[in-house]
Nanobody, 124 residues
Framework: QVQLVESGGRMVQAGGSLRLSCAASGGAFSAVAMGWFRQVPGQERGFAAAISWGGRFTSYADSVKGRFTISRNNAENTVYLQMHSLEPEDTAVYYC?????????????????WGQGNQVTVSP
């Protein structure tokens, strides 16, 4: 069973940058795609970004395309989400997830394991 622990979330001003990390343990991290989702209270958990098992292919939600970059280091069992030009609308709890497939997917059901979530707050 894969265990995921996110870190790096904090409060930042609009226009700023932040990098989230997700450390994986207990499973074949390098064999599956990884994703980042985010959730605002009262709303469904939404897709942000995903990366294939080897890191070659990525996928982004339109709302973050050009501002966020997902990457992974399989030697260290870690996936990252670099966020630039942050907006108040990016405020959410960010979740790291391990996929059921090798290619990057945007559907919640394509992910099997989830982290506990990490709060990101962007002030105006």
């Amino acid at each position: 069973q894969v265990q995921l622990v996110e870190s790096g979330g904090r409060m930042v001003q609009a226009g700023g940058s932040l990098r989230l990390s997700c450390a994986a343990s207990g499973g074949a991290f390098s064999a599956v795609a990884m994703g980042w989702f985010r959730q605002v209270p009262g709303q469904e958990r939404g897709f942000a970004a995903a990366i294939s098992w080897g890191g070659r292919f990525t996928s982004y939600a339109d709302s973050v395309k050009g501002r966020f970059t997902i990457s992974r280091n399989n030697a260290e069992n870690t996936v990252y989400l670099q966020m630039h030009s942050l907006e108040p609308e990016d405020t959410a709890v960010y979740y790291c997830a391990a996929g059921r497939t090798v290619d990057p997917r945007s559907d919640y059901s394509d992910y099997e394991y989830w982290g506990q979530g990490n709060q990101v707050t962007v002030s105006p």
